[in-house]
């Protein structure tokens, strides 16, 4: 088997397990779902500087939220057992780091798409014509949200207090990300073009790449016993 | 010179925290010494009289 | 480390120290916009930069013994990286200190303090997570923390950068921006410090080891105790 069917296969395993009970998925929408409504409490639509303010609630509400489901990935697999399970089998320990990653990036992903909709009616935002870009940054925040996420789910499993310490490692890490992709998607919204967020996505790329890279090159130093 | 006020804070803070620190490494050492002292006292203790007395001297210790 | 070797060390540290307060308080000018507060600056580079080098020395260690699986590195890593938070305690205390009466507020959002903040976090998080994680796994899940950690570093740097810009630059690629006796006793101080961060790192890596040995002696006696 090659490495993208060995991938393939691991996230197969983990969205055929979810899409059973959709629990983690369900949980994920509607925490981002509340994340929003919250805060349109503190920022009632009236304020001058709702622009300003519009997509940092988008991402706080993704981050929150994905937070929560990535945690769950490694969580359910400790509790289970099943993590042992998956080390047995003849996979290289960087391939099943891939596999995981690329499963919370979907379902990340999935619940981000949820939100974005909700977002458009209670904000009234018409996101149509900046699909694209939006689509693009959310894609490349996501991703470096979930290698980060990804190694640290599997190191903080093992700790106590394991949500606290999953978010303890992973916002410090990820402010580079958290940063680039508002400041990105802030631009966007104001109709800027790609051109002018063009820093910011060199940082999301670097973030990405340096961090998959240094993830799936220590990954099999945290799982094995 | 409300300033000076300032950088005495500053410095006094800077090193109330060093000393904190280097004084909690030497107690903590110290503690440990000395607990490593007694375990040897109650292992040579013992080896004279043999071992079961060990229980009896490291629980009273405890 | 021999007896004596040790000695000579201590007091090298203690008299460098000594001489550098004296220079700070008592050789180094008085600045001209700022007045005598302009003394912290001192502290406050010299404590940065130490605590940069101590998360660097993180990073080395937890990557050979990543390699190794050598205990020595991981006493290494643990030992600097609580050395690291101290000064980087340190910096973030005397820089709002000195902010104020400059700046007249106690914080700003400028990248190198919002650097520093993070730089803080990463490291007490990699602190926190040694004491939650448990005895086999600490060692190398901090070790990959203190790589992430590191590597994140200038990236967040940059991010921070282009988001904003207030910090006194100092060292430009051009030249120094201060005058030579102030260097000299930057210099002074930084060599100090330097020699300090030593001298606590040493100490806390042989309280480590000491800590070791009291491990293994308490699991001895048990063993015979339960024979």
New interface residues.
């Given amino acids: 088997m090659n490495f993208l069917n060995k991938v393939r296969t691991i996230v197969w395993k983990d969205f055929t397990h979810e899409l059973r009970s959709r629990e983690m998925l369900i949980s994920m929408c509607v925490f981002s779902f509340l994340v929003i409504i919250i805060f349109n409490f503190a920022f009632p639509p009236g304020v001058e500087d709702v622009d300003w303010i519009i997509p940092g609630i988008l991402w706080v509400a993704f981050i929150f939220s994905g937070l929560l489901g990535i945690g769950r990935s490694f969580g359910v697999e400790k509790d289970k057992g099943s993590l042992q399970g998956l080390l047995l089998c003849p996979v290289e320990r960087g391939t099943i780091y891939v596999g995981k990653m690329v499963g919370n990036f979907i379902f990340m992903s999935m619940m981000e798409a949820f939100t974005l909709v909700i977002f458009t009616i209670l904000f009234n935002v018409n996101l149509f014509p900046i699909l694209i870009p939006l689509v693009l940054i959310i894609v490349l925040g996501t991703v470096g949200f979930t290698v980060v996420g990804t190694i640290f789910s599997a190191i903080s499993a093992n700790t106590r207090a394991r949500d606290v310490m999953l978010s303890m490692l992973v916002f410090p890490i990820a402010v580079p990300l958290i940063i680039a992709s508002i400041k990105a998607t802030g631009k966007i919204l104001d109709g800027k073009s790609l051109s002018e967020i063009y820093s910011w996505l060199k940082i999301l790329v670097a973030f990405d790449v340096t961090f998959l890279l240094v993830s799936y090159l220590t990954f099999h130093f945290v799982v094995e016993e | 010179m409300n300033n000076a006020w300032y950088l005495f804070s500053a410095s006094t803070i800077a090193w109330i925290i060093i000393f904190l620190y280097s004084y909690g490494i030497s107690k903590k050492q110290k503690s440990l010494e000395n607990q490593m002292a007694e375990m040897k006292e109650a292992l040579r203790k013992c080896h004279i009289s043999g071992s079961s007395c060990i229980r009896v001297i490291w629980q009273k210790k405890q | 480390m021999r007896r004596w070797v040790r000695i000579v060390f201590e007091v090298t540290t203690l008299t460098t120290m000594v001489g550098a307060l004296y220079a700070i308080f008592l050789y180094a000018p008085i600045e001209k916009t ?4 302009q ?2 600056f001192y ?1 406050h580079v010299s ?1 940065a930069f130490l605590s940069f080098v101590a998360f660097f020395i993180v990073f080395v260690a937890s990557i050979l013994f ?1 390699y190794r699986r050598d205990r020595k590195w991981d006493i290494l890593a643990q030992s600097s990286a609580e ?1 690291g938070v ?1 000064f980087c ?2 910096v973030l ?2 820089g709002p ?2 902010a ?2 400059i700046w007249n507020v106690w914080w700003t959002w400028d990248p190198r303090l919002t650097t520093t903040l ?1 730089l803080w ?2 490291y007490v ?1 990699y602190l ?2 040694r004491k ?3 005895e ?2 600490r060692a ?2 901090t ?3 203190g ?3 590191f ?2 570093v200038p ?2 740097f ?3 950068r ?2 904003r810009t207030i910090h006194p630059i100092v060292i430009r690629s051009s030249g120094i921006n201060i005058t030579s006796p102030m260097l000299n006793t930057l210099i002074i101080t930084l060599v100090a410090f330097t020699l ?1 961060f030593f001298h ?1 790192l040493m ?2 890596m ?2 480590e080891r ?2 070791e ?2 491990e293994e ?2 699991a001895l ?1 048990e063993e ?2 339960n ?1």
């Fill in positions: 700022m007045g005598i507060i003394k912290i502290f404590s990543l050395i101290i305690t340190l205390i005397t200190i000195w104020k009466p993070i976090f990463i998080s926190m997570l939650m994680a448990g086999g796994q190398t899940f070790a990959v923390f790589i992430i950690g590597i994140n990236i967040t940059f991010a921070i282009i988001w300090l606590l100490a806390r042989r309280l000491i800590r040995g009291y002696m308490k006696l015979q105790e024979r």
